[in-house]
C-alpha cells in the first residue's frame, strides 16, 4: 500500500527556516505531481507548493521568494526549503502525491491523490 511519510517540522523563531521532506513508499509504478499544503483551524487546506515530474513548480503568493520546492524522483521524495519564515506560516503541512501503482491489492494506472498525516510549523518568538 502506497504512504507517504513527512519529516521537518518544529518549532522556529520568525526569520528562522525548516525544511520539511516526504517520501513515498510502497508499490509505486509512477508520481506525477507532489507538493505541500497547509492548514491552519477553521481555514480550509490551502496548496504551498507543488512540482512535477519534469521539475515545474507552483508556489502560492504568499511564500514566492521564500520557499523552495524541490524532488528527488529516484527516491520518490520531495522537499520543502522554508526561508524568511512568519508567523502567518504557522499551520500543519501536509504532503500529498498524484501516484500509480498498488491500489487496494490490484496494480493500477490510475493516478490516486495520496496524502502523508501532516507535520505541525509553528513560526513564533
Known amino acids: 500500500q502506497v504512504q507517504l511519510v513527512e519529516s521537518g517540522g518544529g518549532l522556529v523563531h520568525p526569520g528562522g527556516s525548516l525544511r520539511l521532506s516526504c517520501v513515498a513508499s510502497g508499490g509505486i509504478s509512477s508520481i506525477r505531481t507532489m507538493g505541500w499544503y497547509r492548514q491552519v483551524p477553521g481555514k480550509e487546506r490551502e496548496l504551498v507548493a507543488q512540482?512535477?515530474?519534469?521539475?515545474?513548480?507552483d508556489y502560492a503568493e504568499s511564500v514566492k521568494g521564500r520557499f523552495t520546492i524541490s524532488r528527488d524522483n529516484a527516491k520518490n521524495t520531495v522537499h520543502m526549503q522554508m526561508n524568511s519564515l512568519k508567523p502567518e506560516d504557522t499551520a500543519v503541512y501536509y504532503c500529498?502525491?498524484?501516484?500509480?501503482?498498488?491500489?487496494?491489492?490490484?496494480?493500477?494506472?490510475?493516478?490516486?491523490?495520496?496524502w502523508g498525516q501532516g507535520t505541525q510549523v509553528t513560526v513564533s518568538s
Open positions: 500529498y502525491a498524484s501516484i500509480s501503482g498498488l491500489r487496494h491489492g490490484i496494480w493500477s494506472n490510475e493516478y490516486y491523490d495520496y
Open positions: 512540482i512535477t515530474g519534469g521539475g515545474n513548480t
